[in-house]
């Protein structure tokens, strides 16, 4: 009996070592990204939904549909702007960390859980009235095993809502030119 003890306990410490080692071939920095094109608008406009938190309640689902309880700062537009979304139970804090004439960066907070540093980029195209908006994520994950393989399923969990977002922004802004 205890040699059955014996093998089961080597042989499961050898499978999370195993484990353990090819997950550290997996990257500990995930980047999501999504795009999209929005047509009959200028920059003016877009930079004013985005840079200003308040105005997300436009476009963006979460702050859209009441579904989160979302408490502003002080401070709603720019640089140090923030907010804080509580949603089943759980708060995350939202800070714009930086704001150019091509890109709004805000990183998003929340107890337990990864930072995750996103920006939202935005570029004229070629033809008239026409810019690409790009929302970028990127999510620092610890060397533990079960993050890393979170890492490979990251896209497909998070992708969806960052196309929901920016097809909301995109439908706002062009019914409302």
């Excluded at 200003?52 to 537009?77: C, E, S």
């Excluded at 995750?116 to 790009?134: D, H, Q």
Aim: charged share 20%.
């Amino acid at each position: 009996m205890m040699r059955f003890i014996k093998a089961f306990i080597f042989g499961i410490t050898g499978l999370f070592i195993v484990i353990t080692l090819l997950s550290l071939l997996i990257t500990s920095n995930v980047r999501v990204s999504r795009a999209t094109v929005i047509n009959n608008t200028s920059l003016d406009k877009l930079y004013q939904q985005i840079a200003d938190l308040k105005n997300w309640q436009n476009w963006h689902p979460i702050f859209k549909t009441g579904v989160a309880v979302i408490n502003f700062g002080k401070v709603t537009a720019g640089k140090n702007a923030a907010c804080d979304i509580v949603y089943n139970n759980k708060t995350t804090h939202l800070l714009i960390t930086g704001t150019d004439s091509s890109s709004i960066k805000f990183i998003l907070k929340s107890a337990g859980e990864n930072d995750i540093e996103n920006a939202i980029n935005f570029a004229p195209l070629t033809s008239a009235r026409e810019i690409r908006v790009e929302w970028r994520a990127l999510t620092k994950l610890h060397w533990y095993p079960w993050e890393k393989v979170y890492a490979i399923f990251i896209d497909k969990i998070t992708g969806p809502g960052y196309d929901a977002a920016l097809n909301g922004l995109k439908d706002f802004i062009e019914k409302n030119p």
